[in-house]
């Protein structure tokens, strides 16, 4: 499919077709990218997307417990190393 490229206020752009935009699945906010002479155009990612996913398999594998025991517990570093 062509397009031409148009005079959007000081910059430039295209209009995607509405079939486009329907079988790319795009939101309303994108990431652009330039790669090998080409524009690229992905959906834009959510910070901390996938989250809730990872955390679920850190507790089914047992990775979601503190480090150093609870946290009110003192360390040896702490008994040894802090001054207060």
């Known amino acids: 499919m062509r397009t031409n490229i148009i ?7 295209i209009r995607i077709p509405k079939v486009l935009l329907e079988q790319s699945h795009l939101g309303a906010e994108v990431e652009l990218e330039v790669e090998d002479e080409k ?18 398999l850190m507790a089914e594998s047992g990775d979601d417990r503190m480090l150093n025991g609870d ?7 702490d008994k040894d190393e802090w001054e207060w």
Do not use: D, L, M, Y
């Open 7 to 13: 005079r959007i206020g000081n910059s430039q752009g």
């Open 39 to 56: 524009i690229i155009i992905r959906s834009a990612s959510r910070p901390r997307q996938g989250w809730g996913e990872k955390f679920q």
């Open 71 to 77: 946290a009110g517990e003192q360390t040896e570093w």
